[in-house]
């Protein structure tokens, strides 16, 4: 199993900036992705942006020039920071990683946190 522990949401002015970590721990073999998606009230799950083992990255157009994705492969830890917050960006944030682990090293899964709270307002 892999376990993600999210952390750094809460409260912000718009225009202001908050950073998020998750870390991603267990029997991991290989992590093939890691990333965020959001839930807003009343609206669906939607990706934030991922990257790949490769290095490439994900953004949804929503966020692009404002959220930056960055991975530390040591610690197996992914971090968001974002800029330029808006009440738009108010929702649950979420960690995901398609992963596979010792036990099933040829099978990926996908795995997520419990999730951290965003809210932007002033």
């Known amino acids: 199993q892999v376990q993600l522990v999210e952390s750094g949401g809460g409260l912000m002015q718009p225009g202001g900036s908050l950073r998020l970590s998750c870390a991603a721990s267990?029997?991991?073999?290989?992590?093939?992705?890691m990333g965020w998606y959001r839930q807003a009230p009343g609206k669906q799950r939607e990706l934030v942006v991922d990257?790949?083992?490769?290095?490439?990255?994900n953004y949804a157009d929503s966020v692009k020039g404002r959220f930056t994705v960055s991975y530390d492969s040591a610690k197996n830890t992914v971090y968001l920071q974002m800029n330029s917050l808006s009440p738009e960006d108010t929702a649950i944030y979420y960690c995901?990683?398609?992963?596979?682990?010792?036990?099933?090293?040829?099978?990926?899964?996908?795995?997520w946190g419990q999730g951290t709270q965003v809210t932007v307002s002033s």
């Open positions: 267990g029997s991991i073999f290989r992590i093939n992705s």
């Open positions: 990257i790949h083992s490769g290095g490439s990255t």
């Open positions: 995901h990683t398609n992963s596979s682990t010792y036990s099933e090293p040829l099978r990926s899964r996908d795995y």
